[in-house]
C-alpha cells in the first residue's frame, strides 16, 4: 500500500493533536465534598474540596436564596413584643478565584447576608440580625463547567 506524502503529513498532525490535547481532557473535575454553614455575621459560608483539576487557576461561582429576620433589641437584651421586626428575602452571590494545586482546589466562598434594607429601630433599641436562612444554593467551578448543590442551612441569633 502507497502512502502518500499529503496522507502521512494528515496523520502526524492529527496524532500530535491527540497528544496536545490528552492533558485537557485529563481534567475530570469533581467537587469530592462540600458543606454549608453559617458565620457570626450571618453570612453564608460555603466550604469545598474539589479535585481532578488541571493546574492553575479555577473560577467559582455562589448562589443562594436567602431571607434574614431583622429586630429591635432594648438595652435589657430583650425583643419587644411590638411589631419591630422585618423580614427580607433576595438572592445572594459570591464569586472568587483560587489556584489549583496538584489538581486540587480546597476553599470557602462567603456571601450575604441580606442587608436590612430601611429598617430602623426606635430610640434605645439597636438592630440585629435575628435569624438567616439559606436555600437553594448552588456552587459551580465555571472554568470546568462543573456545579454542586450545596445543602441547605440557617442560623439563629435572638428568638423573636
Known amino acids: 500500500m502507497k502512502v502518500t506524502r499529503s496522507a502521512f503529513v494528515a496523520v502526524v498532525a492529527f496524532v500530535a493533536a491527540l497528544v496536545m490535547a490528552s492533558p485537557a481532557s485529563a481534567v475530570a473535575a469533581k467537587f469530592h465534598s462540600v458543606d454549608s454553614s453559617v458565620s457570626g455575621s450571618g453570612a453564608l459560608v460555603v466550604s469545598f474540596d474539589e479535585r481532578g483539576l488541571g493546574n492553575g487557576d479555577i473560577d467559582y461561582t455562589l448562589t443562594a436564596d436567602a431571607s434574614a429576620v431583622y429586630a429591635c433589641i432594648n438595652g435589657g437584651g430583650k425583643h419587644p413584643q411590638a411589631a419591630n421586626k422585618e423580614t427580607e428575602n433576595g438572592e445572594v452571590s459570591a464569586g472568587g478565584t483560587f489556584a489549583s494545586r496538584n489538581g486540587r482546589v480546597q476553599a470557602s466562598l462567603s456571601a450575604g447576608p441580606i442587608s436590612a434594607g430601611g429598617f430602623?429601630?426606635?430610640?434605645?433599641?439597636?438592630?440585629?440580625?435575628?435569624?438567616?436562612?439559606?436555600?437553594?444554593?448552588?456552587l459551580t467551578d465555571t472554568t470546568n463547567g462543573t456545579s454542586v448543590s450545596v445543602p441547605d442551612t440557617s442560623r439563629v441569633f435572638f428568638a423573636v
Request: aromatic content about 10%.
Open 120 to 138: 430602623t429601630c426606635p430610640n434605645g433599641q439597636r438592630l440585629v440580625l435575628a435569624s438567616v436562612s439559606y436555600w437553594n444554593i448552588v
